[in-house]
């Protein structure tokens, strides 16, 4: 994740107001990349396409319906797990690397373990709820389908064994993949950042290299009780990398590439290649006019392992995104936007309950049989729901907690504010 998309972030410390102004750098005029922001600036741009990656991810594991049609990964390679963990990678840089600068190594590193046992504990509630709610449906409507669908049929036959294998991260229910992905990538931060520090592109090129061996030696976690994790974490470790190495002035580095209408060019033209390879997943009669040799070196395209196809679809989407979406676009303030910039601004608590809302969708889809309206009427119910409580979580946090949000913000504690940085 979180696919997670990202679920930390927030104010930056209270002493970085006096930063001086090379720190919260602003990309050059008419330049596309990622700006770190000033002071106590929200980059609303990420705050945007993370809330907008929970309400695909949302939308992705319900039942195949008319909204499903509108997620990126019918169109091309990647999906919204990508759009999460570059954020992810991208936020808490920018929040824990300052934290690493001016409080030092260990209270950095003491600050990112706090965030990962916030992560773990939630997920561990959201494992609880999402099982009882799971087992309650199974029962009540005696169906036993839905444990086998879900993933929790080794749960009911030996629980004890499967509660110790769940603390440990190696069994999961479906949908529950990118928490424990995000809490891995956030473990090895501290070590990520240090090395950052001294020499950022230096990180990078060893993330690309772990990435290699990762295909090369088929390196993996596995899973209980058998299989491997459905994100591979030393694979997926090279997104997350590249969005700390961007905060950390990578972005402002490729400026000048971005900029470039070559690079443009090059985005459009792949973006347009991975979409009529994917309409041929959908039209077969279309199938026979991709070359044999060229679907051989292609497939499988895994999403487990991230496909070098799925980043460089990635890549040409946030290239495109950054040049055509400044960061002070006036569209960012419409209040026609403001759900999906609240959704991302709490995305963990977001990503729990859109997890609840899809079993919730799917059963009801599968109770009552219903087509293409109860189909989107459930699509946009969710997203409401989910609008509603991040309106909610916003609401207490400024003016309900307002005294308790005083507090953090002079102490400067970017831990446990959720939002982007």
Same mark, same amino acid.
């Given at each position: 994740?979180?696919?997670?998309?990202?679920?930390?972030?927030?104010?930056? @410390?209270?002493?970085?107001?006096?930063?001086?102004?090379?720190?919260? @750098?602003?990309?050059?005029?008419?330049?596309?990349?990622?700006?770190?922001?000033?002071?106590?600036?929200?980059?609303?741009?990420?705050?945007?396409?993370?809330?907008?990656?929970?309400?695909?991810?949302?939308?992705?594991?319900?039942?195949?319906?008319? @909204?499903?049609?509108?997620?990126?990964?019918?169109?091309?390679?990647?999906?919204?797990?990508?759009?999460?963990?570059?954020?992810?990678?991208?936020? =808490?840089?920018?929040?824990?690397?300052?934290? !690493?600068?001016?409080?030092?190594?260990?209270?950095?590193?003491?600050?990112?373990?706090?965030?990962?046992?916030?992560?773990?504990?939630?997920?561990?509630?959201?494992?609880?709820?999402?099982?009882?709610?799971?087992?309650?449906?199974?029962?009540?409507?005696?169906?036993?389908?839905?444990?086998?669908?879900?993933?929790?049929?080794?749960?009911?036959?030996?629980?004890?064994?499967?509660?110790?294998?769940?603390?440990?991260?190696?069994?999961?229910?479906?949908?529950?993949?990118?928490?424990?992905?995000?809490?891995?990538? !956030?473990?090895?931060?501290?070590?990520?950042?240090?090395? !950052?520090?001294?020499?950022?592109?230096?990180?990078?090129?060893?993330?690309?290299?772990?990435?290699?061996?990762?295909?090369?030696?088929?390196?993996? @976690?596995?899973?209980?009780?058998?299989?491997?994790?459905?994100?591979?974490?030393?694979?997926?470790?090279?997104?997350?990398?590249?969005?700390?190495?961007?905060?950390?002035?990578?972005?402002?580095?490729?400026?000048?590439?971005?900029?470039?209408?070559?690079?443009?060019?090059?985005?459009?033209?792949?973006?347009?290649?991975?979409?009529?390879?994917?309409?041929?997943?959908?039209?077969?009669?279309?199938?026979?006019?991709?070359?044999?040799?060229?679907?051989?070196?292609?497939?499988?395209?895994?999403?487990?392992?991230?496909?070098?196809?799925?980043?460089?679809?990635?890549?040409?989407?946030?290239?495109?995104?950054?040049?055509?979406?400044?960061?002070?676009?006036?569209?960012?303030?419409?209040?026609?936007?403001?759900?999906?910039?609240?959704?991302?601004?709490?995305?963990?608590?977001?990503?729990?309950?859109?997890?609840?809302?899809?079993? =919730?969708?799917?059963?009801?889809?599968?109770?009552?049989?219903?087509?293409?309206?109860?189909?989107?009427?459930?699509?946009?119910?969710?997203?409401?729901? !989910?609008?509603?409580?991040?309106?909610?979580?916003?609401?207490?946090?400024?003016?309900?907690?307002?005294?308790?949000?005083?507090?953090?913000?002079?102490?400067?504690?970017?831990?446990?504010?959720?939002?982007?940085?």
């Amino acid at each position: 994740m979180t696919s997670v998309a990202d679920q930390i972030s927030g104010p930056p @410390l209270a002493a970085e107001a006096g930063v001086v102004a090379r720190d919260g @750098l602003l990309a050059q005029a008419g330049a596309p990349a990622i700006a770190r922001p000033v002071a106590a600036e929200r980059e609303l741009r990420l705050d945007l396409f993370r809330g907008l990656a929970l309400w695909l991810i949302f939308i992705d594991h319900l039942p195949q319906n008319l @909204l499903t049609w509108l997620t990126i990964r019918n169109y091309g390679f990647s999906d919204a797990t990508e759009i999460f963990i570059f954020i992810s990678g991208y936020t =808490a840089s920018f929040v824990y690397g300052r934290a !690493m600068r001016d409080a030092g190594f260990i209270v950095a590193t003491a600050r990112i373990l706090r965030r990962v046992w916030q992560i773990y504990v939630a997920h561990v509630f959201l494992f609880t709820i999402f099982l009882a709610e799971i087992s309650y449906v199974a029962t009540s409507f005696e169906n036993p389908l839905y444990t086998e669908e879900m993933g929790i049929l080794d749960f009911l036959k030996e629980p004890d064994v499967t509660i110790v294998q769940a603390l440990l991260l190696r069994f999961r229910p479906v949908n529950m993949d990118v928490l424990p992905l995000y809490i891995v990538l !956030m473990l090895f931060l501290p070590l990520i950042l240090w090395l !950052m520090r001294r020499s950022a592109d230096l990180t990078l090129g060893l993330s690309v290299l772990l990435y290699a061996a990762t295909w090369e030696f088929d390196l993996y @976690l596995s899973a209980y009780p058998n299989g491997f994790w459905a994100f591979n974490p030393f694979a997926w470790q090279l997104l997350f990398v590249f969005g700390a190495w961007c905060a950390q002035g990578g972005a402002q580095r490729m400026s000048r590439i971005l900029a470039s209408p070559i690079t443009l060019w090059i985005c459009f033209a792949y973006l347009l290649f991975s979409f009529l390879v994917t309409l041929t997943w959908y039209v077969p009669q279309l199938s026979h006019f991709m070359p044999r040799r060229l679907e051989q070196w292609m497939y499988p395209i895994s999403k487990t392992d991230l496909d070098v196809l799925r980043f460089a679809h990635f890549l040409a989407l946030a290239a495109i995104t950054v040049r055509f979406l400044p960061k002070d676009w006036p569209g960012l303030k419409s209040p026609w936007l403001r759900p999906l910039i609240l959704c991302g601004q709490h995305s963990l608590e977001i990503f729990c309950l859109g997890v609840f809302l899809a079993f =919730a969708g799917h059963f009801v889809l599968a109770e009552l049989s219903g087509g293409t309206g109860l189909h989107f009427i459930i699509s946009i119910s969710g997203i409401l729901i !989910m609008s509603a409580a991040a309106w909610l979580f916003s609401w207490y946090k400024h003016s309900a907690d307002k005294s308790g949000s005083k507090a953090k913000a002079t102490g400067g504690n970017a831990d446990l504010a959720g939002g982007g940085a």
